[in-house]
């Protein structure tokens, strides 16, 4: 009779745990981030969820949450840092907090072009960096594109002298900061939801962006100007954190490795095409002018902001900023 008992309420308990073990919830990845769902990032995200639906199905879910709607970029660092999140793709010009040595990337006329930068980031040296908040638990996945920043404005920038007394929106960024007074001009450091809303009410006269978030943010209603300058550049590190990252199942964690490499070359390849694109949009807005820079233009805005470079030289090293310099050749 007790034997009876017994093996009923062992074969019970197993029935119970196979069926919480198929009925398990799937793990469930947010990835928050602050620009429209038509731009680089926002599609390298939705990339990300459709590659893990399709292959990860019932055990990982994907929840994309764009447009700041989640996080505004003053939160998202805090919110994945206490696991509100697991994923976002944060712009290399917001991490000085976190690492002094990313802030290489926002030295201004540092890299001729997105083939450059993106030579730089495969290098040895640029994967380094993606494990250089590691011990803050937070660990670089990849690297992904938006694009080389322009200047814009309410008047006419052609020459650094244009740009005296202006104040320019940036990200948080000392280098910015600094890029913005060696012009003569001011800067203010805003969140991404509000620079509309600070050009226009004059809070802030002018700023620095990709083509992509420009248009997306429509700053075109608000920016008579934009100066082709290509003087910086827009990139992100697609972050999660250590402990996340490394307590998935194994499996679990080499597909979604897999994903992000897919993930990495569609934004990628969507950067080329958006900026591209969103530059044709400004100009068939017919708000804005685009300013093409000769080459004697651009090289005075050059000379007035690349003594930036040796007020960071120490916080970022000088060897990281040479290796960095030497990606601009391609052998
Ligand atoms: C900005 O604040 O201008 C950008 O970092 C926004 C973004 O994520 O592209």
Redesign the pocket.
């Known amino acids: 009779m007790l034997n009876v008992f017994w093996k009923t309420l062992v074969f019970g308990l197993a029935v119970g745990l196979l069926g919480t073990a198929m009925a398990a919830d799937p793990i469930v990845i947010k990835f928050s ?3 429209a769902e038509q731009t680089p ?1 926002g599609q390298g995200a939705l990339m990300f969820k459709k590659l893990v639906e399709e292959r990860l199905p019932g055990r990982v879910k994907v929840e994309v949450y764009p447009n700041s709607t989640l996080y505004g ?1 003053d939160k998202e660092m805090e919110a994945l840092l206490l696991g509100e999140v697991q994923i976002i793709a944060r ?1 290399l ?2 991490f000085e907090q976190y690492t002094k040595s990313v802030q290489l990337f926002d030295l201004p006329f540092l890299f001729d072009d997105i083939a450059a930068v993106d030579r730089f980031q495969q290098s040895p040296e640029g994967q380094k960096l993606l494990k250089s908040m590691e011990k803050k638990n937070v660990t670089g996945l990849a690297y992904w594109h ?1 694009g080389m920043k322009q200047l814009s404005a309410n008047r006419p920038l052609r020459v650094p002298e244009d740009a005296r007394g202006l104040t320019f929106r940036i ?1 948080t960024s000392a280098v910015l900061d600094e890029q913005f007074k060696a012009v003569g001009a001011k800067a203010q450091p805003m969140i ?1 939801s509000v ?1 509309y809303q600070g050009l226009r009410t004059g809070l802030v006269n002018g700023t620095e ?1 990709t083509y992509s ?1 420009f248009y997306n943010q429509k700053l075109n209603e608000v920016q008579k100007y934009v100066t082709e300058s290509n003087h910086g550049i ?1 990139d ?1 590190m697609l972050i999660t954190t250590s402990d996340f990252w490394n307590g998935l199942p194994p499996d679990i964690r080499s597909e979604l490795d897999r994903i992000v490499v897919e993930s990495t070359a569609h934004a990628n390849k969507e950067a080329e095409r958006f900026n591209q694109q969103d530059r044709q949009r400004v100009l068939d807005a017919k708000t804005t002018e685009i300013i093409t820079l000769t080459p004697q233009e651009r090289s005075a805005w050059r000379d007035r902001m690349k003594p930036v470079w040796t007020k960071f030289e120490k916080e970022i090293g000088a060897d990281l900023i040479k290796a960095a310099e030497a990606s601009n050749t391609t052998q």
């Open positions: 981030h602050v620009v990032k970029d712009s010009a917001k938006n990200q991404f620079v962006n978030n827009l992100y």
